[in-house]
């Protein structure tokens, strides 16, 4: 979204061929095209049954970025018809394991409503924190992975030195309370949540890094592996001891909210599910 000070890099979009409103510089000109549209859905079980094959496709990206650590992680879609709950992966079930059928649909207090599996208590904590404190927010991802977690440790936002950084300017924040802290106690989960606002990524202090989208969980799920990728990138060249040019201010302000706005991230993650859905079809099961 757009603040005051960004109307410089607004641009203007022209309609398709066939006048059709266009809301990314991405979105063809031409029609008829194949290009990825946002579905519309006839009523709640058709969208119920998309975010959570979209889920399913996320944890298996995870799972192909190598992102599992025992049953940490955890990512979360509220259901469309009941706001209030919303699903998640189940506990001690690797990602890539992960399919329609083991997923569960756990309220804000932490039972489980439908589904057999338990569900993972720092999940719970953190997850439905963020979605009580933010009836707004639509999925959450959460992981403990190599790279954001050593960025994690210390304490620093990210550093603009690319167009892959950018995405997260302005749209990240680092958060110290609770660091190191397992985070199972509803205190936790709450401190972290007032703090998140409308950040698209959280750094995690000795922890590990969060997204979140109001979006989709495709938006939340691809900006994670970007985040972890741009923790990476910081990582290698603070490594060479040479300080990085950084972009322009006007230039990160651009590449946020053309290359790296929530339409992007569910963009960019139709490739994931495209690869996914058609090379792990158990997925559906």
Not at 208 to 231: K, M, N, Q, V
Request: charged share 20%.
């Amino acid at each position: 979204m757009l603040d005051e000070h960004d109307h410089d890099v607004a641009i203007e979009l022209t309609p398709d061929s066939v006048g059709r409103k266009r809301i990314s510089i991405y979105q063809p000109e031409q029609s008829g095209l194949i290009f990825p549209e946002i579905p519309e859905f006839k009523n709640f079980e058709e969208e119920r049954t998309y975010r959570k094959q979209h889920l399913v496709a996320a944890c298996r990206a995870f799972a192909m970025h190598g992102f599992d650590y025992g049953f940490a992680g955890h990512l979360t879609i509220r259901d469309p018809e009941r706001p209030e709950l919303y699903w998640t992966n189940p506990m001690c079930v690797h990602f890539s394991q992960v399919r329609m059928s083991n997923l569960i649909l756990a309220d804000h207090k932490g039972d489980v409503v439908e589904g057999k599996y338990a569900i993972n208590r720092a999940g719970f904590v953190l997850h439905a924190a963020v979605h009580d404190e933010y009836p707004d927010v639509m999925a959450m991802c959460h992981a403990h992975t190599v790279y954001g977690t050593a960025w994690c440790a210390t304490g620093r936002p990210l550093d603009m030195i690319s167009q892959d950084a950018a995405a997260f300017y302005n749209s990240h924040a680092v958060i110290g309370a609770s660091a190191g802290a397992v985070a199972v106690e509803k205190e936790s989960g709450s401190s972290v949540a007032k703090q998140i606002g409308r950040n698209r990524g959280v750094l995690h202090q000795n922890h590990g890094l969060l997204t979140c989208s109001r979006h989709s969980i495709d938006d939340a799920a691809f900006w994670f592996i970007a985040l972890e990728r741009a923790c990476k990138q910081q990582l290698l060249v603070e490594a060479t001891g040479i300080k990085p040019e950084t972009i322009s201010e006007k230039t990160a302000k651009y590449s946020r909210e053309h290359v790296g706005s929530d339409y992007i991230g569910w963009l960019h993650f139709q490739t994931l599910y495209s690869h996914i859905a058609a090379t792990q079809p158990d997925m559906f099961e």
